[in-house]
């Protein structure tokens, strides 16, 4: 298995913690490409590209987790988008052109939404400000808040070789030795903290994680390969614009000829004429 597109789950067995690894290329360089993204919003996306892929394999279920960011800077909204198989996309819009890097410049002032949508079973939504100076300290901000379970994440970008990767490590609470747990965690996140950056991008990952961890017992899971996939398609759309009602489509319709839109996360275009909707109106009506 390439060490790109790839991520490790790993228990540290006899210590009350767990982590992951994730080293991105490819997933990476298709959510950005075509979208013209400054640079800035590059690596932004990229970080919770990162970051949703750590939150994704935290899922013990079939199902998805969405993290938006909003805000009142220049960049007014960014969404990562990943499910259990770990096929993520993603999207940011800009308030107004920016040559702005890292989050506070970029976001103004914002917050974070997780939600997580199991396939079955009701959704779940936590928010949190974004107080903290970069994404990896909101993430753990956001932990502490919601789960109470101590999680560091350390996240990396690398735009000139357009790869992204990231980090996390998170409290079992698994014991009644509430102070075991914590110097467990806190020793695992002291060696995680040495991960260099050019070990990151460069790595194997199992060299990586014996670099780190050689004097931990160190479980690794059968690795997960990380996609690029949109999960938008020519029948969600269409039940989407049918939302304005007959009347209006027809409206549009007669002034334009055709309905057309695109996705937002993969830009491609989906085009709709009357008869589509002939179908889909008398389908409903059946
Ligand atoms: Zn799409």
Redesign the pocket.
Known sequence: MSTQDVLHRYLFDNMHARGELVQLEKTYQDIIANHNYPEGVKALLGEMLSATCLLTATLKFEGEITVQIQGDGPVSYLAINGDDQQNMRGVAKLAQQTNAFGLKDLIGKGTMVITIRPKSGEPYQGIVALEKDTLADCLANYFETSDQIPTSVWLFTDMSTQKVAGALVQLLPDSDDKEQQLSDYNHLCQLTQTIKEEEIFSLEAEELLYRLYHQEEVRIFEPQNVNFQ?S?SEDKVLTAISQLGQEEIKDILAEQGEIATS?D??L?TYRFTEDHFADYFSDKKH
């Open positions: 949109c938008c996705c996360f993969c491609t």
